[in-house]
């Protein structure tokens, strides 16, 4: 896969995202949501943390969730800095377009992340009881760095008491699937998923 083919993938997983966040962003309240199907929900809510909305803070007290996020953003900064080195070197070397495929969306998926770590905080206003608003007169809800990142698809696709006879979580109340995420996750997580699968293909020589 060339540069050139790579760059489009890139662009076109980044304005899917970002066009579908920014969307929800500005027609939606924090913790609206509306189904689609029984199985499938645009359910917005926001991240300020890692995934699942994990935070550096909870696992230490030695460091403040503003200064956690901070260092958070700046890591993704860095994690894809080195993402856009490796796709670079991979691409020169004219290694497998299972590889390829698998980064390019990887760094797309992270890009796009970051765009709104980033620049989301000062975009737009808050969202808590209201519909966002594009460049509010009255500035963003955060200042540079310290934006939370916008997620949107929820597939609760079973929920119920779990039959008594099962192991460990026999009688218990279970839902699958909970987390809710964007189009970014849904990039990083298959380019995961392809290099696991198709290691053997992606990484011969």
Do not use: C
Not at 86 to 98: A, E, F, G, R
């Amino acid at each position: 896969m060339s540069l050139k083919k790579a760059s489009i993938l890139i662009l076109t997983i980044l304005l899917i995202d970002q066009i579908s966040k920014i969307y929800i962003k500005t027609h939606f309240q924090l913790g609206e949501d509306v189904t689609v199907f029984s199985w499938f929900k645009i359910a917005f809510i926001e991240n300020d943390g890692m995934a699942w909305g994990t935070k550096l803070s909870d696992f230490t007290n030695l460091i403040s969730d503003r200064s956690a996020k901070l260092a958070l953003t700046l890591f993704r900064i860095v994690a894809v800095a080195a993402i856009a080195y490796w796709l670079l070197d991979v691409i020169k070397k004219k290694k497998s377009k299972i590889l390829i495929f698998a980064i390019s969306i990887i760094f797309a998926g992270a890009l796009g992340n970051i765009i709104d770590s980033v620049f989301y905080g000062v975009l737009f206003s808050d969202s808590v009881m209201q519909v966002a608003t594009f460049l509010p007169e009255g500035g963003g809800y955060e200042s540079v760095f310290h934006g939370n990142v916008v997620d949107m698809l929820y597939f609760p696709i079973w929920s119920g008491l779990v039959p008594e006879n099962w192991p460990l979580i026999g009688g218990k109340y279970f839902s699958f699937f909970d987390p809710v995420f964007n189009v970014a996750d849904m990039a990083i997580s298959s380019g995961i998923g392809i290099l696991i699968v198709f290691n053997k293909k992606a990484f011969e020589a």
